[in-house]
């Protein structure tokens, strides 16, 4: 169960990042938690290497938190305004310097600018 949620947290942070490309080359560790029925897992996400380990991460500037059922989907069929939303209704919790999560806050928030942006030029471009 943990080697399959290891990989779907993978998956996860690949598309989210697809999506947010200035992110990629972003130094961070973060802690995530899973609570699940019962149990807690954890696991330490270093980037930009993206390596995902199951332990839990002392050295965490931020920590993400969520149920695990609400993660599977997530991490199975989540873009960026899904996880957007995610954190704003609380299904999601990030904590950490206020610094780090302005700067992630801002660059997703350009991400989905661009993204808006390329939707108008194509509609235009459209006869």
Known sequence: MAD?????LE???????????ALKPIKLVVSVELRG???VQHFRLALPELAVTRELA???????????EFFN????????????EAFTYGRATA??????????????????????????RRRAEQP
């Open 11 to 21: 998956v996860a942070v690949r598309r989210f990042l697809e999506e947010v490309p």
């Open 37 to 39: 029925h019962g149990d």
């Open 73 to 84: 989907v997530m991490a199975a069929e989540g873009k960026l305004p899904d996880w957007i």
């Open 95 to 120: 904590t950490g310097p206020s610094q780090i999560l302005k700067l992630i806050a801002t660059v997703v928030d350009r991400a989905i600018e661009r993204q808006r942006a390329r939707v108008r």
């Open 58 to 68: 002392s050295d965490a500037r931020v920590s993400v938190s969520m149920r695990r």
């Open 4 to 8: 399959d949620a290891k990989a779907l």
